[in-house]
């Protein structure tokens, strides 16, 4: 079967922007590039403000005033003196790319070349640059270069000019390379500013004070600026190795912060030297990622005039470089709802970030007969029951047969073709949804538990079957094991040899080619080189997946319990893996910071899925197949769209690492559990928190919905499983215009009312959490002993 269209061939869509992407790439040219670049004129600034308005980056601080000339006049001196700053470096291609900016805006500067001496522009009529398009061009070019060195991510400047100092020196030819690495020195120079390090707590300090004593509607949203301000600050009086004034920095404020920053501030803590800074992951996140504030438009004025007032150039300037202020029209928002909304190591989502259409319904069920036998029922209820259980089997098959409005189109990615054994399994899982229990407050699920034994703290994941016929564990010593959880043993082919002799037209062939002497209750799988962390049976039971440290991801048979491929890609651990729920497609996620899209066939990935900030902790497909989610230690949860790699949501709010995912049954929401002990609901359609469920005491591990999606369970590292009311979670959700807009969102105080049921293990933590086809709920974990 044809994998995704060659025109996604083999790996792609790394998303470059910054939101988006492995860090971006910082400038590779002299930091002085951007430095050099003399301010705007007020025109900029201003045009810079009105930018901001949309939520753009910061806008530049005012120019200072200078000496009065005729604005043609000066802006002809400035880009001369641009381009003689270029032609200096040696950065002829950012040379080139600003003086074919200029021809695009101005026709009179078509022919402008530098002279070699420097003179000036040659080719412009009466010595006059054209007053238009050299204004636009340099108040884009001044504009962008007031906002900081990291030109290539200001959402102002124009691509062309944009590229100047992503262009590495001497790298002639027009495609710019995209490292894997961003660049440490070149990374690290944007602290190389020249403020007076003795005043850094007096600044500090003094905009502390300014919002502790603004007005409460303000107070809470300028809060946010305090841990990313302090970061910054920090890092820069480390890189320009002021360390006492460091230490005495980190040590007078630290204990300001927000609580669930503390992790991030000991490994802060630990970088004391500049030398410490470099190749720091940590570090390199922090600058090279924009943190992102979200801050009404009355507390940024607010903000920008205490700045400007106070003449603090210091702070004003961080803000600029290292911080994309997303600006709203309407109510500042209150201490609850920010606090909700934040924690991730890059701040909240752009909103930007959640707009694009999901389709997230479900696609339309292939149409076949179901066999009814109710031969059983006939004899005993004469001639009128059946037919009406006709139409009752009619209905369980026809109702996926509606074309969902929400779903992607049928064709949008190529799936695999249904086999006539995935038919009878359908046609099967028809007939157990007909007795499929109805959950709901008054009718909770019996939970089955099953204890691994002698685990010896060795069990590192779990997965069961759609059918609920096997369950299998990974483990630390670098096996995986499958058990069968019915009284039918599992059983290999027999060998060719044997095979040659059975009758293939007979009906029960299936059964005549499985050996009986290999039959037993545990099947042991050998072939990984470490700890085994994720597994996941394929939607036919064929096949079983396993991701391990060794940085490899096994494609298992479970008709001989033989590796049958070992996908390299990874370069690190992989932490997750999960298949497709229609097959053919896999996902991975690992250390690497990259989720990865494959297919069984292809030994390369389809698809790299970039962006994250740190390990990708967990991987999980949508109902429909088109999109995949990935949980990370980031503390983000991010959404990304098959068929073209774009990340199309991300959501933030959870105050630790994400270690478990599950979409409801009907594709609309998705719930995520951390090492918080949160439990968050999201609307994937509106890109909004929709519920928060609190009670976990530790890292919920195991999500899971009912078949129905009527209940949500979860499992956690404090020995319980809980039960939680999806419907009542999901109703009456404010997500009109105005609260996807601002992120206003209102969550109950107290989710006690949506906790159904709490289920206590004598000692064993839940790491897997599975509805059987009836609504049983299956639970697993390993016994531990302390």
Known sequence: MAALHEEAAEVTAVKPDSEAGTPPQPPTAPPAAAAAVPVAPPAAAAEGEAAGSGGEAAPPKPAAPGPTASPAALDRQTLVAVLQFLRRSNLRESEEILRREARLLGDDLGSAALSPTGAGLQGVPGGDADSIGGEALLSRVSAAAAIGGNVATVASSSPAVAAVAAVPPGKVGGSVVVEDQPDVSAVLSAYNQQGDPTLYEEYYSGLKHFIESSLDCHRAELSQLFYPLFVHMYLELVYNQHESEAKSFFERFNGDQECYYQDDLRVLSSLTKKEHMKGNETMLDFRTSKFVLRISRDSYQLLKRHLQEKQNNQIWNIVQEHLY???FDGMPR????????????????KREANKSKVFFGLLKEPEFDVPLDDEDEEGENEEGK???KKPKKDSVGSKSKKQDPNAPPQNRIPLPELKDSDKLDKVMNMKEAARRVRLGPDCLPSICFYTFLNAYQGLTAVDITDDSSMIVGGFADSTVRVWSVTPKKLRSVKTAADLSLIDKESDDVLERIMDEKTASELKILYGHSGPVYGTSFSPDRNYLLSCSEDGTVR???????????????????????QFSPYGYYFVSGGHDRVARLWATDHYQPLRIFAGHLADVTCTRFHPNSNYVATGSADRTVRLWDVLNGNCVRIFTGHKGPIHSLAFSPNGRFLATGATDGRVLLWDIGHGLMVGELKGHTDTVYALRFSRDGEILASGSMDNTVRLWDSVKAFEDLETDDFTTATGHINLPENSQDLLLGTYMTKSTPVIHLHFTRRNLLLAAGAYSSQ
Do not use: R
Not at 334 to 349: N, P
């Open 555 to 577: 494609l298992w048979s479970l008709q001989t319990f033989t590796c049958l491929v070992g996908y390299k890609g990874h370069n690190y651990p992989v932490w997750d893996t």
């Open 334 to 349: 209150s201490k609850q709802q920010i606090d909700a909304m934040v924690g991730s190591l890059a701040g909240e989502a």
């Open 386 to 388: 059946p037919k009406k």
């Open 325 to 327: 202020i997303d600006i």
